[in-house]
Every structure is written in structure tokens, then in C-alpha cells.
């Protein structure tokens, strides 16, 4: 069955070290997203992407980086790691827009 | 600016005890609205998308509704695994997804 994977689950670092979040998925899907999830706020957008070669900036984009060289991963990268980014973050592919997102099970990040 | 609000923020309800969550939006044009379950330490898993105003899709114990402003998610009987978060999300023209920060459902049995 196709399916969308997220890799660590969870993750422990420093501030100011570099992390990268891995997302992989198998139903071809064109477009990718990242989100962030934190008590009180909705899922926050970071960056996303509408095919390989392009990337975008999202509400929250600032200390996050991603690049898309194939249709199945979207890799999330954190250039130095700040308390701040201490979150939860989920990984959705859509084949189209508008189109209903498949999110990952999710990355626990602490950042310490 | 697009919102998407909530509420309530949580909700205790006893088996069979039904009820409905509401999701409040304000937008300059909506492609759509959509309705994900949340259980703990997992992605969200999607429900239902309505397009239009009227518009109404039914799953099991629930269905969702849409008006021009808001959208409810009626649950009927509940059972307790129903438990979980609901959320809510529009898709406005020309741009991407804006959440709601959710409704987190209890059902005691």
C-alpha cells in the first residue's frame, strides 16, 4: 500500500545544530507540505512543494529550509536548531490542488 | 486575513450522548473546507471536504455540514472511540491550507 513516512520519530538535540526531518512518500503525489503543530496554535505551514526542482515559503518558514530533488521526499532542515522550534512536526503530500493532504504519523522535536 | 476558529476547545460527552463541534471561518473566497481526526501521537486522518454552502457528507456517527461562515461536525451515539481531536481546515483561492487549533472529543462509556 502507498504511504507517506516520517523519519526520526523522535528526535532530541542542541541549540544551534543542524537537523534534518526526512519524509518520503510513494503514491506520486506532486505536492508536499510540512507543518508544525503546537498546544493552542492550528497546524502552521513551513514550506511546500508543487513538484521536484520547486519550493515555497509558509507562514512560518524562517530557520527552515527544504529541497525537493524527486517526486517522493521532501526533507525538512533545521540550519541551527533554536528552543523556539521545540514542536511537533507532520509531513502531507496532495496529487493536485485543491486536494485533500495525507499527513505522516509525525516527528517529535526537542530542542534542548 | 483568513481564521479558523473552533469550538469548544474541548468536549466530554458520555456513550450515546450526541452533540456537534463548530468550526467558524472567515475567508475572501473558499475552495473548500475540511474536516481531519487526530488521534494521539499521529498524523491527522481525513474525513470529509465540502465545497459549498448546504452542502452535507455523512461517515458512520458523523456528518458535516456547511454554512457561508461555519461548518458543524454532528456526532450521533458516540462511541468512546470516537474520542479524538477534530479539526477543521479551509483552502482558500490561491493559497494553501489555514487550520483550526482544533476540538479535542472525549466519549466516556
Known amino acids: 500500500d502507498a504511504e507517506i513516512t516520517q523519519s526520526p520519530r523522535h528526535k532530541i538535540t542542541e541549540t544551534g545544530r543542524q537537523v534534518t526531518l526526512a519524509c518520503h512518500q510513494t503514491w506520486n503525489h506532486n505536492n508536499m507540505f510540512w507543518y508544525r503543530q503546537d498546544l493552542g496554535h492550528g497546524l502552521r505551514l513551513i514550506h511546500y512543494s508543487y513538484g521536484v526542482q520547486d519550493t515555497n515559503k509558509g507562514e512560518v518558514s524562517d530557520g527552515y529550509s527544504v529541497s525537493r530533488s524527486n517526486t517522493e521526499d521532501l526533507p525538512l532542515t533545521l540550519e541551527s536548531a533554536a528552543s523556539s522550534q521545540t514542536s511537533v512536526y507532520f509531513c502531507?503530500?496532495?496529487?493536485?490542488?485543491?486536494?485533500?493532504?495525507?499527513f505522516g504519523p509525525g516527528t517529535r522535536l526537542t530542542v534542548l | 486575513e483568513d481564521q479558523v476558529t473552533q469550538s469548544p476547545e474541548a468536549l466530554r460527552l458520555q456513550e450515546g450522548e450526541s452533540s456537534s463541534l463548530n468550526c467558524s471561518y472567515t475567508v475572501s473566497g473558499l475552495r473548500g473546507l475540511f474536516w481531519y481526526r487526530q488521534d494521539p501521537g499521529k498524523g491527522p486522518e481525513f474525513l470529509f471536504t465540502l465545497y459549498s454552502a448546504g452542502e452535507e457528507k455523512e461517515k458512520e456517527r458523523l456528518k458535516a455540514t456547511l454554512t457561508k461562515k461555519e461548518s458543524f461536525l454532528h456526532i450521533t451515539a458516540p462511541k468512546p472511540e470516537d474520542s479524538a481531536t477534530y479539526l477543521c481546515?479551509?483552502?482558500?483561492?490561491?493559497?494553501?491550507?489555514?487550520f483550526g487549533p482544533g476540538t479535542r472529543l472525549s466519549v466516556l462509556p
Open positions: 481546515a479551509v483552502l482558500p483561492y490561491g493559497q494553501n491550507f489555514v
Open positions: 502531507a503530500s496532495s496529487p493536485g490542488q485543491p486536494d485533500t493532504q495525507y
